[in-house]
């Protein structure tokens, strides 16, 4: 159900109650749910940006996903400046300004994720496929990971069967 809040608008998230993790979950932030059949209501109240607190929709995340093919948005060199690798202080070196390289079925694959109590998320770009997934929900345990792989999963499975031998 979209809500009217103060940044606009926005899904409310839903948790299973009778799900004893998302209940330590919620407790470990101070929200006391009750052992019950249905849903609890995650209202989005944070009062920060970035990480959590970034609201988006499937259409605008599918027009900042075209902005690394057309350069609409800040043009060729903003592009490769979030497309770039970074060194940090820690083992991995595949970020690049909150994007992940990484390898699926072969193939290069851009992503990232969020998540909170309030929701899961998941976008990857497959670039020499032109292929992108983009995957919301509003529940915490929606794994919008694992749903997005098993669509591109599917996607590649049947290009590669319409190509045949």
């Known amino acids: 159900m979209p809500v009217q809040g103060n940044r606009g608008l926005y899904t409310t998230g839903y948790a299973d109650r009778a799900d004893s993790t998302v209940r330590r979950d919620l407790a470990s932030v101070g929200i006391q749910v009750r052992d019950a059949p249905g849903y609890v209501r995650l209202v989005r109240n944070s009062p ?66 969020g998540g909170d109590l309030d929701a899961s998320t998941f976008m990857a770009r497959l670039p020499a496929e032109r292929l992108t997934i983009i995957c919301l929900s509003n529940m915490p345990k929606g794994d919008a990971e694992g749903r997005a792989q098993a669509v591109l999963r599917l996607v590649l499975e049947s290009r590669t069967t319409d190509q045949g031998p």
């Open 48 to 113: 920060h940006y970035g990480g959590s607190g970034v609201f988006s929709t499937v259409e605008d995340l599918a027009k900042w996903d075209a902005t690394f093919e057309t350069h609409v948005l800040g043009g060729p060199a903003l592009a490769a400046q979030m497309l770039q690798t970074h060194r940090f202080a820690h083992d991995k070196d595949n970020d690049a300004f909150g994007l992940v390289f990484e390898r699926f079925m072969g193939r290069e694959m851009i992503w990232f994720s």
